[in-house]
C-alpha cells in the first residue's frame, strides 16, 4: 500500500507548513473565485461517529467552495457500527468511494487507527477528548489575522484542559512559535494531561503559568480562549455538576481586558461566555467560524494535492519500541477495536515513561 499522509496530529504538520497553509487560506478569503474549480470531481467523505455541527460543516462547506462533492453521515447511528463493524472496515470502505475522509469519533486514537487502513487522506476532525488540529488550524488563523502574528502573545486558555482536545493541540501549535506566554486558568480536576505538559510544553522551554480566575489575569492577555466544560467525558456526572459553571466571561469581567484582547472559544458555548459579550468587538468567536472554513480549504487542497505526488515525509510519529503492554485507558480505540495492534513508545527514558501510540495513556511508573 502506498504511504499516504494524513493530519491525525497538528505534529504532522511543520511549523512551516502551518504558515503555509494559513497563507493559502488567506489567498482563497481575498481570491475566493481562483479557488471554485480548484477540487472538480473529487469527493469529501465526512464521518461523524460524534456530534458535531461546525467542524462537519465546513468541511463539507469548504469541499463544495472548492468546486467538489460530499458524502458522509453525521452520526454513528447512521452508518453500520450499528450492526457492529469495526471503524476500521468503515474505512477502508468509505476510502473506496471518496479522495479525503475528514473523521470525528469518540474513542482517543480512532483516527490514527483508521488512518492506517485508508488509501486516501485521513484528517482528524477529533478523537475524544484527545486532539482537534483543524480546531487548531482554524484558532491560528484567527489569532494571525487579530493579531498579525502567531509569536510573542499572551495567551490564556481557559475552562476544560484535560478533556478539551482543542487545548491540547492548540498548545502543541503555539509552544513552537517564540515568545509565547500560556496562561492556563482551571480548576485543579482540570488541568492539562501530564503528556502535554511533561512532552510538549517542558521539552521546548514554553513559559506558562496558571491562574485560578479570569480576573486575576485578563488584563495581561492578547488572548483569552475559553473552552466548554466537556460533559460527554466525564465518568462521574456529579463531578460535572460540581464544575460546569466554574468560569463564565461576561461584559463585566471584559472591562479589565486590554482594547485588543481578543475572546476565542472553539464553540459550542454552554454558559461559559455570557451572550453580553458576543457584541463586543474583541469577540471572535463566530469570526473564528469563518476562518475554520478557510483553513479547511487550505487543507484540502494541500492534503490532495500531497496524495497526487506521492509526498509522505517520515512524521515526527516515535519510534514503536515496545508492543505486548495492553493500554488500560477504557476510551481508548484498542479498547474497543481489539483486533489493533497495541503499540507503545517510550517518550521519556530517565522516567521510564512509555505511552500508547493512539490515546497517549501512560504505561509504566508514576512520575
Ligand atoms: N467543537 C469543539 C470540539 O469538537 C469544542 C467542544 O466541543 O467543546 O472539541
Not at 473529487?42 to 455541527?53: D, R, V
Not at 480548576?187 to 521539552?203: A, D, H, K, S, T
Not at 461584559?251 to 475572546?263: H, I, L, N, P
Request: hydrophobic fraction near 35%.
Amino acid at each position: 500500500m502506498n504511504k499516504i499522509r494524513h493530519l491525525i496530529d497538528i505534529s504532522d504538520l511543520t511549523t512551516e507548513e502551518i504558515d503555509g497553509i494559513i497563507a493559502v487560506a488567506e489567498d482563497i478569503m481575498r481570491h475566493r473565485a481562483d479557488y471554485a474549480h480548484a477540487c472538480d470531481g473529487k469527493k469529501i467523505a465526512t464521518l461523524f461517529f460524534e456530534p458535531s455541527t461546525r467542524t462537519r460543516l465546513s468541511f463539507e462547506a469548504a469541499m463544495i467552495e472548492l468546486g467538489g462533492n460530499t458524502l458522509g453521515f453525521a452520526s454513528a447511528s447512521n452508518s453500520s457500527t450499528t450492526k457492529g463493524e469495526s471503524v476500521m472496515d468503515t474505512i477502508r470502505t468509505v476510502s473506496a468511494y471518496a479522495d479525503i475522509i475528514a473523521m470525528r469519533h469518540p474513542l482517543e486514537g480512532a483516527a490514527l487507527a483508521a488512518s492506517r487502513r485508508s488509501v486516501v487522506p485521513v484528517i482528524n476532525a477529533g478523537d475524544g477528548g484527545h486532539c482537534h488540529p483543524t480546531q487548531t488550524l482554524a484558532d491560528l488563523l484567527t489569532i494571525k489575522n487579530r493579531h498579525g502574528r502567531l509569536h510573542g502573545l499572551t495567551v490564556g486558555i481557559c475552562g476544560d484542559l484535560k478533556y478539551g482536545r482543542t487545548v491540547h493541540s492548540l498548545i502543541n501549535a503555539l509552544t513552537r512559535y517564540p515568545g509565547n506566554r500560556l496562561i492556563m486558568i482551571s480548576p485543579p480536576e482540570l488541568g492539562i494531561p501530564n503528556y502535554v505538559r511533561y512532552e510538549i510544553m517542558e521539552p521546548r522551554g514554553a513559559v506558562w503559568s496558571t491562574c485560578s480566575t479570569i480576573e486575576d489575569c485578563i488584563a495581561d492577555l492578547d488572548v483569552l480562549y475559553m473552552t466548554r466544560i466537556q460533559k460527554e467525558r466525564f465518568a462521574d456526572l456529579d463531578e460535572y455538576e460540581r464544575l460546569k459553571d466554574c468560569y463564565v466571561l461576561n461584559a463585566e469581567k471584559m472591562k479589565a481586558a486590554r482594547s485588543d484582547m481578543s475572546v476565542l472559544h472553539p464553540l459550542p458555548r454552554v454558559k461559559e461566555i455570557s451572550v453580553d459579550v458576543d457584541d463586543d468587538p474583541r469577540a471572535c468567536y463566530f469570526k473564528q467560524v469563518e476562518y475554520g472554513k478557510f483553513m479547511r480549504m487550505a487543507l484540502i487542497l494541500r492534503l490532495l494535492d500531497d496524495a497526487a505526488k506521492g509526498y509522505c515525509p517520515e512524521t515526527t510519529r516515535r519510534e514503536i519500541l515496545s508492543e505486548g503492554f495492553v493500554c488500560r485507558n477504557p476510551k481508548c480505540v484498542t479498547a474497543v477495536e481489539t483486533d489493533l495492534p497495541q503499540q507503545f513508545s517510550l517518550r521519556d527514558k530517565a522516567h521510564n515513561v512509555y505511552r500508547c501510540e493512539y490515546c497517549e495513556t501512560r504505561f509504566g511508573h508514576q512520575k
